[in-house]
């Protein structure tokens, strides 16, 4: 056996079977839909289950859900029959995953969920099957086969539900209207949270880390300057600290590849004059986007007035784990 052949074909069997899926997506998609966002609308949640392999797929929607500002758990059919049961509330959604549509631990929890009032979406298969005809909206999960040579382990089948999951999160999170600032305050620990909630002053260097010089400043006295503050650059500003323009290393080397003389003359003779900078009130991923269209290591930061208040070195922002 080749093992990449084999790999190829797998992947090719899963993505068949998406292409199947993203066919058969009809009205029982959009109705799912529709009653998800009014159930999210009244307060309600969206409770996620399934069976075996579905479990854990169900786990990955509901974080995916979640993560996305709809409010959503996950149900163990198992233990529900053990209490679990509880987290249930007239008014929320129950995502059924089940293949089969037959699953006896699935279709135990049909008659309690339905007295207890809550909507049921299935992602199924079998869209005749006894779970289907006591759903509220099916959502047809169905593939030719399974990756697995026996079309027995479940492959091609829970890469479609979670597929239709990730649809169903996405779908939604346009129509609630869901923002990236929102995105950014249910992430505040990682990466991702910091780029978008925080903002240029809040990551800029001030004070004694910046260095700034007039015009008429000799080279060789911004290069001081520079290596006081330990910055790449030096910024240069009128008396009303409005910003002129910016002396960076690279300045410096193809000022001397000129001339020899460089570090006699004034700052003005050669700095990059008018560079790119950003607003105080700008949000770190702007900047972050803005280093990687410009490719620079410095960015000076201005106020509403254009008045120099701070600068963002590139090699800062690793240790403020915004990179």
């Known amino acids: 056996m080749n093992c990449e052949d084999r790999a190829r074909e797998v992947i090719d069997i899963e993505i068949e079977g998406l292409r199947k899926v993203r066919g058969a997506l009809g009205g029982g998609f959009s109705k799912a839909v529709d009653l998800m966002l009014e159930c999210l609308k009244k307060r309600g949640k969206i409770v996620v289950t399934g069976i075996g392999k579905n479990l854990h797929v169900a786990q990955k929607i509901s974080a995916t859900l979640a993560s996305t500002g709809s409010t959503s758990v996950v149900l163990n059919p198992v233990q529900a029959m053990h209490g679990d049961l509880g987290v249930l509330s007239p008014g929320d959604t129950l995502l059924v995953l089940s293949y089969s549509g037959a699953s006896e631990e699935i279709l135990g929890l049909i008659p309690i969920v339905k007295r207890a009032g809550v909507v049921i979406v299935s992602v199924t298969s079998n869209t005749d099957s006894q779970l289907a005809a006591h759903s509220d909206a099916v959502i047809d999960a169905s593939v030719d086969r399974e990756a697995c040579?026996?079309?027995?382990?479940?492959?091609?089948?829970?890469?479609?539900?979670?597929?239709?999951?990730?649809?169903?999160?996405?779908?939604?999170?346009?129509?609630?209207?869901?923002?990236?600032?929102?995105?950014?305050?249910?992430?505040?620990?990682?990466?991702?949270?910091?780029?978008?909630?925080?903002?240029?002053?809040?990551?800029?260097?001030?004070?004694?880390?910046?260095?700034?010089?007039?015009?008429?400043?000799?080279?060789?006295?911004?290069?001081?300057?520079?290596?006081?503050?330990?910055?790449?650059?030096?910024?240069?500003?009128?008396?009303?600290?409005?910003?002129?323009?910016?002396?960076?290393?690279?300045?410096?080397?193809?000022?001397?590849?000129?001339?020899?003389?460089?570090?006699?003359?004034?700052?003005?003779?050669?700095?990059?004059?008018?560079?790119?900078?950003?607003?105080?009130?700008?949000?770190?991923?702007?900047?972050?986007?803005?280093?990687?269209?410009?490719?620079?290591?410095?960015?000076?930061?201005?106020?509403?007035?254009?008045?120099?208040?701070?600068?963002?070195?590139?090699?800062?922002?690793?240790?403020?784990?915004?990179?």
């Open 149 to 323: 040579p026996f079309n027995m382990a479940p492959t091609a089948s829970t890469t479609a539900a979670m597929a239709i999951g990730d649809a169903l999160a996405m779908v939604i999170l346009e129509a609630r209207g869901f923002r990236k600032e929102d995105y950014a305050m249910l992430h505040p620990g990682g990466a991702i949270g910091r780029s978008l909630l925080m903002k240029a002053a809040d990551i800029m260097r001030t004070g004694d880390r910046l260095a700034t010089v007039s015009p008429e400043t000799g080279v060789r006295e911004a290069v001081l300057a520079m290596t006081s503050a330990r910055s790449g650059s030096a910024l240069v500003v009128d008396s009303d600290r409005r910003l002129i323009g910016l002396l960076s290393d690279g300045d410096l080397r193809r000022g001397l590849s000129r001339d020899p003389e460089t570090l006699s003359r004034k700052v003005s003779e050669i700095m990059t004059c008018s560079p790119v900078t950003v607003r105080d009130t700008q949000l770190a991923a702007e900047v972050l986007r803005l280093y990687e269209e410009k490719s620079i290591d410095d960015i000076p930061v201005v106020d509403a007035n254009g008045r120099l208040v701070g600068s963002i070195d590139i090699q800062d922002l690793p240790k403020l784990k915004i990179l």
